[in-house]
């Protein structure tokens, strides 16, 4: 049987004789049948008790308080404040039922050391703890108190192998019970949810994967405000009898959560347990005239966990409120049902003839009270011209353009009546900024270009080099076009880059109707006249060999055959160490390195523009791949994707001051059917996890046992999820071991591979806990990722066909619409 759970307590060696008060609720050394009768009131008793020594941790508390706390007479006052009273002198435990007092050992009078640790020895399950010291009381508290006063202090202590993680979500909630020791989930344990004051609000037992699931649970918890109370949160216990009959209980508050607060993983969340509701107006145009009658169509829909709804109550009122002056327009909303169950209305506004210009704001109010209200659009009113003149400016040569140093613009300027605007006056300006580049045909290959060497760091995060810079080549230049309204100027020293850039070019001239007109055109420069794209397996390790693509394609997205590819290999290695920093906090300290593996791949692109790689790494860890491409005249395209290598090793991230870890889905946008796969980076050689799928509350949840050479999870998407979830992985790592080699005689022959991997692992991870710090305790970290779920099965295909492709002034057309479902 092994040892009872101890308490530390330091003893300095003032005083010869020391008392301590124990009392234990809800005893764990209770027959079972006893715990069950008096289980409904234990968490009442535990929160009683929980915000008792909170509030009695302050140094003052309000007289009248301590009367009904304290069974006994409170100290007497002698000074001029008659409301408070001392919290050090008064003792929580005197003449409460239940209570053991034992002695602590005296210190010997010889013996030199200033101080000694013993343990209080505490059976399973909460406990408040007091000492009472009358030589502290005698040198601390004021001596008109009498020559017999006491200074008490107090805490409380929870002995538990048992650890409850809670989820609480809009339409429903989730509790998951595992052990401290080696972080399994368990079985069989019943789950209770309190308020603050202890009143049951729901109950639960967690299945084979220690998981229940709780129903009707508002996801804002009650308020209290109650003397001395503060804060809303649920009271979360679990209690389970282990295979030696000890009823063993742990509890947790659902607004404990320093450390992974939902703004650390930016995502929305939100405690108002009504359903979000999206609402939009369409417009038949957004740009009027005063005394012009615009018609709008309004949708509404609210956010489930089954996806779009229908809300319960509509919006009854559509305000439209110009945005300058605050003059507002309301009219009645009438609402009908469609045949496939959607909610909509119409509307129309006619804007007055002496209306306001400026833009003007949609709003639908009164579906939950007073000051509710969804924006739904905009619409501007404005007293505009036509314009006289039109045209085009760009790039003379209409070819790509490939490392160039100068590029010819041309601009062409019209009457919209017909006719050439000969010789007016323009002016030219142009700048050069970066450009992300995307193929939709291609949208799992990377196309960006790769990360700068930097010297070692020691920022701690893996920061990439800002690109979003932009460079003027021209400001202004002067043109006159000529008797056919063209003209031409060239753009000298265009900068070059090493990836894809936009040339963006504007011509500004005055319209003869009183406006001055701009136009404008982006262009492309490319570096090469192909470009490079390389995809990766995913970021796990293959267990023999890494296998990836190098992609060559032309500027058009079209593949690219016999182009001759490179890649490269580059290790970014991340040493992580914990230092300590004054007041006896902790921080990481990371330094990330380079290192060159040379090529490991090259050849020529295929007929489809793809160079099928694999290769053996022997750097474990982050590696980026960097694929060149060259054209015909010697210019170069480069990009780059990461891939981590976990062969030979276990991935290895740097440590952060909190407990929030990356989760990194090896795509955004899945299908349904697809299988989607993350990748958890997390600082645990072997973990057990809780994938949890979100939005609106939990919608699945699985238990995975997590290896640190294959940090993956696997999830299949199903159909009901688009368009969008969150998943969360949940990793637990339990308390590390001493696992000494004679271990194997005493427990290890019963289980070799479980020795084994703890020897082998634990045993050498293992560092004995001190006064000040324990790093073999247990851990957990929590990563947060979103999904893109297609919503093809939502979808209805809309074809608009004309009979002609141009007609006549005041001609009649006649036009077809298809509308097909996603079944065909």
């Not at 006289?388 to 009457?415: C, F, H, I, M, T």
Request: net charge neutral.
């Amino acid at each position: 049987k092994e040892a009872p759970a101890l308490l530390p307590v330091t003893l300095r060696n003032v005083e010869a004789d020391l008392r301590v008060q124990g009392l234990q609720v809800g005893s764990g050394g209770v027959p079972a049948g006893k715990v069950s009768t008096l289980r409904p009131q234990e968490d009442a008793e535990i929160i009683a008790w929980f915000r008792k020594l909170q509030q009695y941790d302050s140094t003052q508390v309000e007289r009248s308080k301590a009367r009904r706390d304290v069974k006994g007479p409170l100290p007497k006052v002698i000074d001029s404040d008659k409301e408070y009273v001392q919290s050090r002198m008064l003792s929580l435990l005197g003449g409460q039922s239940g209570v053991r007092t034992l002695d602590l050992p005296r210190p010997a009078s010889a013996d030199p050391r200033p101080f000694e640790v013993v343990g209080i020895p505490l059976g399973a399950g909460f406990h408040v703890v007091e000492i009472a010291s009358p030589l502290l009381g005698a040198a601390l508290l004021d001596a008109r108190h009498g020559a017999a006063r006491t200074m008490f202090v107090r805490t409380s202590a929870l002995v538990t192998n048992l650890g409850v993680h809670f989820k609480l979500g809009r339409e429903n909630a989730l509790a998951w019970v595992t052990t401290l020791d080696r972080g399994l989930p368990v079985a069989g344990a019943r789950v209770r949810v309190s308020d603050c004051h202890g009143r049951e609000l729901a109950t639960g037992t967690t299945d084979a994967q220690g998981v229940a699931r709780i129903e009707g649970l508002s996801s804002d918890p009650p308020l209290c405000n109650g003397p001395g109370e503060g804060g809303n949160a649920y009271f979360v216990s679990a209690r389970h009898q282990g295979p030696d009959g000890v009823q063993d209980m742990a509890f947790t508050w659902s607004d404990w959560q320093r450390g992974i607060e939902p703004w650390r993983f930016n995502v929305p969340t939100s405690n108002d347990p009504r359903p979000d509701e999206r609402a939009h107006t369409i417009f038949d145009r957004t740009l009027l005239r005063a005394g012009e009658t615009v018609s709008m169509k309004h949708l509404l829909r609210s956010e489930t966990r089954g996806g779009f709804g229908v809300p319960e109550a509509a919006p009854d009122t559509l305000a439209i409120t110009h945005l300058g002056s605050g003059q507002q327009f309301t009219q009645a909303l009438v609402w009908r049902k469609t045949a496939t169950g959607g909610r909509s209305a119409h509307s129309s506004f006619a804007v007055p003839p002496a209306a306001k210009l400026g833009v003007y704001e949609v709003e639908l109010r009164g579906s939950r009270g007073e000051g509710y209200s969804l924006i739904t659009g905009q619409f501007r009113v404005e007293e505009f011209r036509l314009p006289v003149l039109e045209g085009r400016v760009g790039p003379a040569d209409k070819a790509p353009l490939v490392n160039v140093r100068s590029v010819p613009v041309g601009v062409q300027v019209n009457y919209v009546a017909g006719g050439a605007a000969a010789q007016l006056p323009v002016r030219v300006s142009a700048l050069v900024r970066s450009r992300y580049l995307h193929f939709d045909d291609y949208d799992t290959f990377s196309f960006g270009p790769p990360r700068v060497r930097q010297p070692a760091s020691g920022a701690g995060e893996e920061e990439e080099t800002a690109r979003q810079d932009a460079r003027v080549v021209a400001d202004k230049l002067p043109l006159t076009l000529d008797r056919n309204g063209a003209g031409r100027v060239t753009l000298e020293e265009v900068p070059r880059a090493g990836t894809v850039q936009d040339l963006v070019v504007e011509a500004t001239y005055a319209d003869p109707n009183g406006e001055v007109q701009t136009l404008r055109s982006t262009t492309p420069l490319w570096p090469a006249a192909v470009l490079a794209g390389i995809k990766t397996e995913g970021w796990v390790s293959a267990r023999q060999k890494i296998r990836f693509q190098a992609l060559a394609l032309t500027p058009d997205g079209k593949p690219a055959a016999d182009v001759p590819l490179q890649v490269q290999a580059i290790a970014r290695i991340t040493t992580s160490s914990r230092k300590r920093m004054v007041g006896g906090f902790y921080s990481y300290d990371n330094q990330t390195e380079t290192k060159d593996l040379g090529t490991v791949c090259t050849g020529k692109s295929d007929a489809s523009g793809l160079l099928l790689c694999e290769t053996k790494l022997d750097e474990p860890g982050e590696v980026e791949l960097v694929v060149t491409a060259r054209d015909k005249n010697g210019n170069t395209f480069d990009a780059a994707a990461s891939v981590w290598v976990t062969r030979q090793g276990e991935l290895w991230f740097g440590g952060e001051n909190h407990d929030r870890i990356d989760l990194l889905p090896e795509k955004k946008r899945y299908e349904p059917g697809e299988t989607a796969r993350l990748q958890v980076r997390m600082p645990f050689r072997f973990a057990t996890a809780l994938v949890a799928v979100e939005r609106e509350g939990i919608i699945d949840t699985q238990v995975v046992q997590l290896n640190g050479q294959d940090p993956t999870v696997s999830l299949k998407i199903q159909e009901g999820w688009g368009p969008n979830v969150y998943v969360s992985v949940l990793a637990l790592r339990g308390r590390l071991r001493e696992v000494p080699w004679y271990s194997f005689f005493t427990w290890g022959f019963k289980a070799p591979r479980e020795w084994w991997s703890a020897f082998w692992y634990e045993g050498k991870e293992y560092v004995a806990p001190t006064a000040l710090v324990d790093l073999s305790k247990p851990a957990f970290r929590l990563g947060v990722a979103e999904l893109k779920v297609g919503t093809r099965a939502h979808q209805i295909d809309v074809k608009v066909v004309a009979d002609k492709e141009s007609y006549p002034v005041r001609g009649k057309a006649q036009v077809t619409i298809t509308a097909t479902l996603p079944d065909g």
